[in-house]
Structures are given as structure tokens and as C-alpha cells.
């Protein structure tokens, strides 16, 4: 009797030990089951996913690789890794193995579908702040300056894309003026040789209904007046390797100079009050002063933090990360391209750079998804044609079809992002498509706002996957459909010259654009001229 009892109790304890070893260490390895499938991580890795027994892939949470990152991940059979700090983690051979040097990792199992895991993550780990952004972000376009004008941001030019805008009877919206209309980095006020009046250009702006937002960054030219100011008050991230010391007053300062992709430049440190208080004065008296209502806030890469100092030592890169994106909190029309654990707040993220290629465009969908699955539901699928300037240098290397295609892929996205103007690189036909797809998200407006408020409520992504509502149907891999809201289906285009597609038709009765109706679950093919976005509500 004994003997078969030891053996019972022995395996009792290694089960609880093995568990409680999974909830509490920094290390443990799981193995997938059949059919298990898993998001999160990384949103660039968005088109890798989901995760499954064949994945071969391997990330570290210290680098977010341009984008948002969120230590956790969850699987569609209801299981979920979560750590206050960055992990390491890699599918290979069948098995998940996650390791974090800095805080425990906690895992479990809730319910069995990727709806009910999301749910109780986000309650638990980052619940949803009830806020959202600027509703003028959901309910109209936004229009870049980056691609028409680059690193010559001038006055005259803008004036002339917004009216560019109106004339070709594009909704106004949102107007983000990029890079270099300030003075230098860290000196925020409008760059005098470029800018003759910038109050009475914004008054022009906003009375052709735009809003207005402006690019703006942590960091700071060496050697300018704002970088010995700062340099005095302890406010920019110190250089541990340098040996020799510049005195500034009474204080003892050296600062860092970073590499990032416009050169080198010194580094806010918003660990420290004083730093973090003046740069809200800096954005705050372009809000007060010119009328500015929000700002795209760009890099703020964990990768620039690495080899510097702060003033609150115990923080690791991605805390400063962190701490740049809490600074958008204050103005609810914002942007970000780089986050860490910013889950549920009302921030706007967009997904990073793509190229004007046909491969990145495949990306968008499923970057999307992977954002909302992270806990970043108010989300913008890069600008339409590709955000990557080099992309359109020469009119020779773009394509009308991808233009319009992209378009379409934004139009029942939560936000849409034009930059490349399209009546200067199409054809009237193909800027009559982009049109209509501009329109079409206006049109949508008062409903996609309607599914960022609840979005804000509930912290559930506004885009999902089939898998979110169809769990047995094995419908976790698709790429090029999506669901916004609870109701609408949406199947763009992603191939060249594709004229017609395959549509997964999820179980109910499907009314489409073209008042078709169609009944699943069912696969059929439909016609897609370039004309089409095909779209379908559930009736039932």
C-alpha cells in the first residue's frame, strides 16, 4: 500500500513544483499543443504570426525593433506568458521557451480561446484607461507632410498641400507636419527662414477644418544653447564612459551623444522632473502660443537608451521608452511608432515604416492584429503607399495599384495616413479610387469612432482576427481579412493585379458592398476590380 502511494504523492510534488516553477522563476519552457497557435511580442513581428509547432524564431523583448513591444504573449487555446519586465523568447521544435534576467514570469491557462485569454490579460496586466484619442484621428483622414516635402517642412509648401487637399476633394482632417520645422532638435520653435508666420499659417489651416500636429523627438543637438541649459540642470542622459568631466556652474555634467538615423544627438533624460517638465513646456507653448493641437512623438527606441546613464539608476531601456511615450497622456492627439507596456492607454500606434512594395503591404493586416492582441487597440497601419521616403524618389518606381490597393487597406482601418499626395503621382483613374476610399472612411467615421469608445471601455482591440469569434474553425492564420468591431468583415486586395480573391466566409449570413449575401461557414472566390474594397456586415 505504501509503495504505491510514495509513487503517487512523488508525482504530486513534482507537478506542483514544475508549476509553481512556471508562475515564479525567470525561466520555463512549454511545450505547444496540436492546433495552438500564439501572438504578442512584437508588432513587427506581426506578419510572423501566429506562432505555431513549426515556428523557428527567436526575439528579445530589450529591443522593440522600431515598434511596439509588450511582454506577453497569448495562444488561442487560452494560455498566456506575462512579465513585468523584458523576456527573452523562442519557438523552436514544438516548444516555447521564455527567460527574463530582470522580474518573474507569470503563465497560466484561462479559458480556451483567444478571446477569453485577451480578456483577462488586459483586465489584469494593463487594463484599459477609458480614455481614447482625438476622435477627429477616427473619423477622417490624416495627411503627412513627410513624403511631399521631407526634410524641407516650409510655410509655403504646406499652404499648398492642405489646399491640395480641399481641391481635390479630399475630407480635411488632421495635418501632421513632420521633421525639420523646428529650429534644430531640441529647440522647438519654428525654424524662422522656413516659417515666416506660422500662428497665421495654422489660423489658415485650421479654417480649411484641419488640426494640426507637429513631429517632435527626445533628443537634443550637441553644442546648441537648449544642450548647455540642459546639460546644467542634470537633464540629458549621461555617457559612462567618458573619463573627463565639463564643468557647467556647480555642476558636474557629460552628457551622451547618441547615433540615431538623423546623426548624433544628446538624450533627454525623463527620468529626471526637471527634464520631463521642460519638455512639456516646450510642447505646451506650441499649443498655447500657435494654436497646436497634438504631436506625433517619434523614436523614443529602447536601443538608444542602452549605453547611457539616467538620473534614477535602476531603470533599464525600455523604461525610458516608457517614459517618452507617458509624455503623449497629456495631448490626445498623439502618435507613436515605438512603445513599451503601454497596454490600454490612449495613445495612437502606428505601425513602422513600410516600403512601397506589394511584401510590405501583406505586412499591414496582420501588424494590426498583432498590435490590438498586445493590448494596442488604437492603431494606424503606416502611411498609404509606403512611409519609407526612399520608396519615392523617383516617380518611376511607384506603382498606381499599389497606391490604390494601400488605400483600400487603410479605409476600414481605424485611422487612415495619406503622405505621397495621389493627384501628384496618379492618373485621374487611380486617384478616383483613393478618393472613394477617403470618403468611405468618413464615411465610417461615427461608426469606427463608435468602436474606439467601447474599445476604450473594454480594452478590446477595434480589429481582430476570424480566430477572435470563430475559434473552432481554424481560421487563425489568415492574413488578409479582418473583422472591425463585431460585425464587419473586411477582405482587401494584397496581390498585384489580382482582379478577383478567395473569401472565408465565417458562420451566419454576410451582406456584401455590392448587396451580395453570402452564408458560411463557406469558402468562395468573389470579382475585385481595382476599384473595390470588398466589405461585409453579419445580419444575423
Known amino acids: 500500500m505504501i509503495t504505491t ?16 516553477r512556471g508562475v515564479n522563476a525567470r525561466e520555463t519552457h512549454l511545450e505547444l499543443l496540436p492546433g495552438e497557435y500564439w501572438w504578442g511580442g512584437l508588432s513587427v513581428d506581426g506578419i510572423e504570426m501566429p506562432y505555431d ?76 484607461s477609458g480614455r481614447l484619442p482625438e476622435a477627429i484621428l477616427f473619423t477622417a483622414p490624416q495627411y503627412n507632410t513627410w513624403i511631399e516635402l521631407m526634410y524641407d517642412q516650409n510655410e509655403s509648401d504646406i499652404l499648398k498641400y492642405a489646399s491640395s487637399i480641399l481641391k481635390h476633394d479630399f ?13 534644430d532638435y531640441g529647440n522647438w520653435k519654428f525654424a524662422a527662414e522656413r516659417f515666416s508666420d506660422p500662428k497665421r499659417m495654422i489660423e489658415i489651416l485650421k479654417g480649411q ?3 494640426i500636429m507637429l513631429w517632435v523627438c527626445p533628443f537634443v543637438s550637441p553644442d546648441s544653447d537648449n544642450f548647455r541649459f540642459l546639460s546644467r540642470n542634470n537633464a540629458l542622459h549621461l555617457d559612462p564612459n567618458r573619463k573627463d568631466e565639463l564643468k557647467w556652474g556647480n555642476a558636474y555634467h557629460q552628457a551622451a551623444v547618441v547615433d540615431w538615423w538623423n546623426g548624433s544627438s544628446a538624450l533627454l533624460d525623463l527620468s529626471s522632473a526637471f527634464a520631463k517638465n521642460w519638455f512639456y513646456q516646450q510642447l505646451d507653448k506650441l499649443v498655447n502660443e500657435y494654436d497646436v493641437d497634438g504631436f506625433k512623438l517619434d523614436a523614443g527606441d529602447s536601443q538608444y537608451y542602452r549605453n547611457v546613464e539616467a538620473e534614477q539608476t535602476h531603470l ?59 493590448g494596442y487597440a488604437f492603431t494606424c497601419p503606416d502611411m498609404i503607399g509606403g512611409g519609407e521616403f526612399q520608396s519615392f524618389l523617383s516617380a518611376e518606381t511607384i506603382d498606381p495599384e499599389l497606391i490604390v490597393r494601400s488605400a483600400q487597406v487603410h479605409a476600414l482601418m481605424p485611422m487612415m495616413q495619406f503622405s505621397v499626395a495621389p493627384w501628384r503621382v496618379l492618373d485621374n483613374r487611380h486617384l478616383s479610387f483613393c478618393q472613394k476610399m477617403a470618403q468611405l472612411h468618413s464615411d465610417f467615421g461615427a461608426q469606427i469612432l463608435e468602436i474606439a469608445e467601447k474599445s476604450a471601455q473594454t480594452g ?11 475559434p473552432e474553425y ?16 473586411v477582405a ?19 451582406k456584401g458592398d455590392d448587396d451580395s449575401i453570402l452564408v458560411g461557414p463557406a469558402v468562395t472566390t468573389i470579382e475585385v476590380p481595382l476599384e473595390r474594397l470588398p466589405y461585409f456586415k453579419k445580419m444575423d
Open 492 to 510: 482587401p486586395v494584397l496581390v498585384q493585379g489580382a482582379r478577383s480573391r478567395k473569401i472565408i466566409v465565417p458562420p451566419g449570413k454576410w
Open 460 to 470: 478590446e482591440p477595434m480589429i481582430k482576427p476570424l480566430a477572435w469569434f470563430w
Open 316 to 374: 533599464i531601456p525600455v523604461d525610458h521608452t516608457m517614459l517618452f511615450a507617458s509624455i503623449g497622456l497629456r495631448y490626445p492627439l498623439n502618435e507613436y511608432r515605438a512603445c513599451w507596456k503601454m497596454g490600454g492607454q490612449a495613445l495612437v500606434q502606428r505601425l513602422r515604416d513600410k516600403s512601397h512594395s506589394w511584401e510590405d503591404l501583406k505586412e499591414l493586416i496582420p501588424g494590426i492584429i498583432a498590435q490590438g492582441l498586445m
Open 474 to 489: 481554424s481560421y487563425e492564420t489568415i492574413h488578409d481579412q479582418f473583422i472591425l468591431g463585431e460585425d464587419l468583415m
Open 209 to 211: 477644418g484641419f488640426k
Open 53 to 128: 509547432r513549426s515556428s523557428q524564431i527567436e526575439r528579445d523583448l530589450m529591443d522593440n525593433r522600431g515598434n511596439q513591444s509588450q511582454p506577453l504573449l497569448i495562444s488561442s487555446k487560452g494560455r498566456y506568458i506575462w512579465c513585468e519586465q523584458p523576456f527573452t523568447y523562442k519557438f523552436v521544435d514544438g516548444y516555447l521557451s521564455i527567460r527574463s534576467d530582470y522580474a518573474n514570469i507569470d503563465h497560466g491557462q484561462v479559458g480556451e480561446s483567444l478571446r477569453e485569454v485577451f480578456a483577462f490579460v488586459s483586465k489584469k496586466y494593463f487594463p484599459s
Open 171 to 183: 475630407p480635411p482632417g488632421v495635418i501632421m507636419i513632420d521633421d525639420n520645422w523646428q529650429q
Open 5 to 20: 502511494i510514495r509513487p503517487i504523492l512523488l508525482a504530486y510534488w513534482l507537478f506542483f513544483l514544475f508549476l509553481g
